[in-house]
Antibody, heavy 126, light 110 residues
Framework: QITLKESGPTLVKPTQTLTLTCTFSGFSLTTSGVGVGWIRQAPGEALEWLALIYWNGDKRYSPSLKSRLTITKDTSKNEIVLTMTNMDPVDTATYYC??????????????????WGQGTLVTVSS | QSVLTQPPSASGTPGQRVPISCSGSNSNIGTNTVNWYQQLPGTAPKLLIYSNNQRPSGVPDRFSGSKSGTSASLAISGLQSEDEADYYCAAWDDSLNGYVFGTGTKVTVL
């Protein structure tokens, strides 16, 4: 059974750096085709993908936030860390981490976030 | 800044069939598979459909997905009160080199 859980501060001040940790179990981030990513959702808004790290260490970032994001992994601890610099009130959102599966089926490739954590609400306010 | 476009709302009475559309482009839906998520109020999204039309274990067969060209569709057959939720489509985007979500559709059971 795959489980993921986000942890980090619930309140950060503008201009500060946010550091979130995703602790997971039920899978290994050394398995080919596996990744862990971060998605956020501002209150009343749609889901927004932020970052993804693959089993082989490759990383992908949302182009609009790339300059502010860093994703790292600690395979021995089963942890993924996301840092976001220069936080602003518009970054107030629930932040989710999720298991990513990349599979090739011959004539097509499936890319999907298939298991999600419960999310953690981060408020940016002075 | 959602890349995939969905109608903001959809509704139906219990037992009805409700379709939800998702419009994209060649770099996402036109090239890659589509996934659908259900988000009940106050909870994390749950994978409903993956690879255009596959249901994860435990998802009722009332939910079905399809894809044609640069558009996809989710259908809820035999609508039930517990289906009242927000629904999101998603796909990998080769131009953005990232995962994109739809604008979301709120389904109301009348």
């Amino acid at each position: 059974q795959i489980t993921l859980k986000e942890s980090g501060p619930t309140l950060v001040k503008p201009t500060q750096t946010l550091t979130l940790t995703c602790t997971f179990s039920g899978f290994s981030l050394t398995t080919s085709g596996v990744g862990v990513g971060w998605i956020r959702q501002a209150p009343g808004e749609a889901l927004e993908w932020l970052a993804l790290i693959y089993w082989n260490g490759d990383k992908r970032y949302s182009p609009s936030l790339k300059s502010r994001l860093t994703i790292t992994k600690d395979t021995s601890k089963n942890e993924i860390v996301l840092t976001m610099t220069n936080m602003d009130p518009v970054d107030t959102a629930t932040y989710y981490c999720a298991h990513f599966s990349l599979r090739s089926y011959g004539d097509y490739v499936s890319s999907v976030f298939d298991s999600w954590g419960q999310g953690t609400l981060v408020t940016v306010s002075s | 800044q959602s890349v995939l476009t969905q109608p903001p709302s959809a509704s139906g009475t219990p037992g009805q069939r409700v379709p939800i559309s998702c419009s994209g482009s060649n770099s996402n839906i036109g090239t890659n598979t589509v996934n659908w998520y259900q988000q009940l109020p106050g909870t994390a999204p749950k994978l409903l459909i993956y690879s255009n039309n596959q249901r994860p274990s435990g998802v009722p067969d009332r939910f079905s997905g399809s894809k044609s060209g640069t558009s996809a569709s989710l259908a809820i057959s035999g609508l039930q009160s517990e289906d009242e939720a927000d629904y999101y489509c998603a796909a990998w985007d080769d131009s953005l080199n990232g995962y994109v979500f739809g604008t979301g559709t709120k389904v109301t059971v009348l």
